[in-house]
């Protein structure tokens, strides 16, 4: 059975992926043994997560000032882990709030020390990416969201600063070319682009660690990861693995410029059908909609249940809205094909027909 599926996250991932993925299961590299079964420190994986963190740099194009590790406990933890390893102990950490994740990476960085809300989108819901701030002196970093996968707005411009830059890119990791080089730390959760839940990417410059004056717990200190080659302790070996798998398809469609013309066709499609159809209206400015997380909502309100129940009797699932923003959510990550999109719009032109 075809399911089309818009989840936010976890979420589609390449169907080669998938199948790699199961056969590994049953049996990795044709030893007998399942990549559930095999020790992380077998040089099989060892391999495998040497060339995944190597895949990820190559990616980003980044060179030997940056160290890129797997690590767990999802994008969540790195709220804290970043605070720990380069917010010095009386330092004030800049962070842009453009939604959920940014409000709590505020909320982890003010446990541990201080954070400056530097602009912030709270005034509209939310609804647009704030411009023409300005920084105040004194920060340590400035941490942004490049892609807000609950509110569907989007970065498409890395802000010019003198201070070092964070990113989380959970939600739109290799989903376009980007300037990675002008960030000094990006982290994303896999779950999105890049592969199941349990793994969380970091990538970040050696020359940021080791200032802060804190007294580190181990497994929250980004030398003892990197000093232990992301391999500290026991990494979740098969969430790297598909991580692997993913890249390498990534890599087999052409790589992030390819996969970012055909994530805006896929977004361009959508949002021109959320704007002509009346029944629908777009949460977010345009100019700042996100080309991975498209939300929408629907005119008239009562219709709301109804149109994901028309949905789901084709096969379309994952678009409900998220709680705290109601309405719809498509998540159309780099696995979900223009022929999936398709499909939704098919399916709003048809619910609108009948309407
Ligand atoms: N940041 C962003 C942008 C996210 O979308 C998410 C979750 N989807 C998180 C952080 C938190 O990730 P996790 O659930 O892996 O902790």
């Known amino acids: 059975m075809k399911v089309y599926n818009f989840s936010a996250g976890p979420s589609i991932l390449p169907k080669t992926v998938f199948e790699q993925a199961a056969n590994a299961v049953l049996d990795f590299k044709g030893k007998g043994l399942s990549i559930l079964e095999i020790s992380h420190r077998s040089d099989d994986f060892d391999e495998i997560l040497q060339d995944a963190r190597q895949r990820v740099k190559a990616l980003m194009q980044l060179n030997n000032d940056y160290e890129v590790l797997f690590l767990q406990g999802g994008a969540s933890s790195q709220f804290m882990m970043i605070p720990f390893n380069i917010l010095p102990i009386d330092g004030t950490a800049g962070i842009i709030n453009t939604g959920t994740w940014s409000t709590k990476a505020i909320k982890e960085a ?102 802060t004056k804190r007294n580190i717990p181990s497994m929250l200190d980004y030398q003892k990861h990197i000093k232990g080659r992301s ?32 994530n805006e066709a896929k977004a361009k499609l959508l949002y021109d059908e959320i704007d002509r159809n009346s029944l629908f209206d777009a949460y977010v400015q345009p100019g700042d909609r996100s080309i991975m997380n498209v939300t929408f909502t629907v005119t008239d309100e009562s219709k709301e249940a109804d149109f994901v129940n028309f949905c789901s009797d084709k096969n379309i699932v994952g678009i409900k809205g998220h709680r705290s923003v109601g309405g719809f959510r498509a998540s159309i990550y780099n696995a979900m094909n223009l022929e999936g999109v398709t499909v939704l719009v098919e399916a709003m032109q048809a619910f609108e027909k009948q309407a």
């Open 110 to 211: 003010n446990i541990l020390g201080k954070a400056e809300v530097v602009a912030s989108s709270k005034d509209k819901g939310f609804n647009y990416i704030p411009k023409n701030w300005q920084l105040t002196d004194g920060l340590s970093y400035l941490h942004l969201t490049t892609n807000n996968t609950i509110y569907g707005s989007q970065f498409f411009e890395t802000p010019v600063v003198n201070i070092p830059l964070v990113g989380d890119m959970s939600s739109d990791i290799f989903s376009r070319p980007w300037p990675f080089n002008k960030y000094d730390l990006i982290y994303a959760g896999a779950q999105k682009n890049l592969g199941p839940a349990g793994a969380t990417i970091v990538a970040v410059k050696k020359e940021l660690l080791g200032k």
């Open 231 to 262: 391999s500290f302790n026991t990494p979740p070996v098969f969430a790297i693995y598909v991580c692997w798998l993913t890249l390498q398809w990534i890599e087999a469609q052409g790589g992030l410029t390819a996969l970012g013309n055909k």
